[in-house]
Each structure stands twice: as C-alpha cells, then as structure tokens.
Antibody
Framework: QVQLVESGGGLVKPGGSLRLSCAAS????????MSWIRQVPGKGLEWISY????????YYADSVKGRFTISRDNAKNSLYLQMNSLGAEDTALYYC??????????????WGQGILVTVSP | QSVLTQPPSVSAAPGQKVTISCSGS????????VSWYQQLPGTAPKLLIY???KRPSGIPDRFSGSKSGTSATLGITGLQTGDEADYYC???????????FGGGTKLTVL
C-alpha cells in the first residue's frame, strides 16, 4: 500500500534552517509528481511546492519562494524540503503528498501523516 | 484570505443532506478540475472527490461533486456522525501558477 512518511521536523529558532524528508513506498515513486503542503494548527491548507517526476519542473508558492528548496532522490524514493530563513509564520504541520492525474486533472491522492515544524526563540 | 471561498461551517442532522460550496474565478475553478478533501480531527487530509465529480475507490456514493462555471459543490447525503470533519476544495490557479485551496468548511452533524 502507498505510504508517505515525513521526518526531520522539530523546534528551530527564527532565521534558522531545517530539512524535511519524505520516504515513499508502495508505488513507483519516480513516476509521480510530489508536493509539500502545510497547515498551521487549526487553520487551512497551504500548498507550498511541487516537483515533477524527473525534477525538471518545480513550482513554489510566493510565501516560500527563495527560502525553501524542494528536491527528490528517485533512487531512494525520497522527497526533501530544505527550509532556510525560517520565521514564526512557517510554524505548521508539513505534509508530503503524491500528485496524481487523470484526463488533465491533478489532485493529491495520498498524504503523509505530517510533521510539525515550530519556529520559536 | 483564501483564493477559493468556502463557508466556514455547515451543519445538518444525521440522515440529512448537506452541500458545501467552493467559489473561485476563471483563473482557477473556471478552467481547471476541482478536488475535494476530507480531514477528520487529528488526521491528514484524504482525497474525497477528484476531477470535479469522480470518487476514488473506497469513497461511498453518499459523497458527490459538481462544478458549474467558477463554482464547485460537494454534496453529502445520509449524514453520519463520522462525517464530522473539515472539508477543503482545491484546484490549480493558472494566473498564480499555484495550487490553491479553499479556507475549509467544518461540518457538524447535529
């Protein structure tokens, strides 16, 4: 079965950096676009980035552009998010999600359990 | 402020029907497929509807989706207490070059 497991979260000081990882299993990872989506506890979903299956296409939300970098290692079935210059506004639960497609429609069909990132002095 | 507009909350009695609206614009809903996600308390979102009106395997036909112009609607019939959750719509926005979600709707089954 499809599994996505995030790791690497925790407490970091403002201005600091953190690298999240997402280990994928149960499907052909190299065939799928992958994405990071975050959620401030008690608030709504915010898409922050996705990367194409080969890594050739990358998109970021304006809120993280220039500070966050998405990457993947298809040999290790892993997705990453390097987060730099972190601020309090980046405190959230971060989800790794698989993006699927059908007839030019795109959607997130599998999500990880989420990993909490807290930015605080 | 979310790009897609959803009502903050809806409620209905067990067994009844409820609809949740999602309003956008031509740059998002008007020209792209819509998906819906259910987030039960303390859990990750789960895909409920994709491509406006399709249900993934395992999703009961009590859940339905539709789209008209720049708005989409999620319908839930035969409400159960287990349906109490937050529901989000999502789509691609061609102008923002970004995936956008609605602010979420909390469903209460009274």
């Amino acid at each position: 079965q499809v599994q996505l497991v995030e790791s690497g979260g925790g407490l970091v000081k403002p201005g600091g950096s953190l690298r999240l990882s997402c280990a994928a299993s149960g499907f052909s990872f190299s065939d799928y676009y992958m994405s990071w989506i975050r959620q401030v506890p008690g608030k709504g979903l915010e898409w922050i980035s996705y990367m194409s299956s080969s890594g050739g296409a990358i998109y970021y939300a304006d809120s993280v552009k220039g500070r966050f970098t998405i990457s993947r290692d298809n040999a290790k079935n892993s997705l990453y998010l390097q987060m730099n210059s972190l601020g309090a506004e980046d405190t959230a639960l971060y989800y790794c999600a698989r993006r699927s497609w059908e007839s030019s429609g795109y959607y997130f069909d599998y999500w990880g359990q989420g990993i909490l990132v807290t930015v605080s002095p | 402020q979310s790009v897609l507009t959803q009502p903050p909350s809806v409620s209905a009695a067990p067994g009844q029907k409820v609809t949740i609206s999602c309003s956008g614009s031509n740059s998002n809903i008007g020209n792209n497929y819509v998906s819906w996600y259910q987030q039960l308390p303390g859990t990750a979102p789960k895909l409920l509807i994709y491509n406006n009106d399709k249900r993934p395997s395992g999703i009961p036909d009590r859940f339905s989706g539709s789209k008209s112009g720049t708005s989409a609607t999620l319908g839930i019939t035969g409400l159960q207490t287990g349906d109490e959750a937050d529901y989000y719509c999502g789509t691609w926005d061609g102008s923002l070059k970004s995936v956008v979600f609605g602010g979420g709707t909390k469903l209460t089954v009274l």
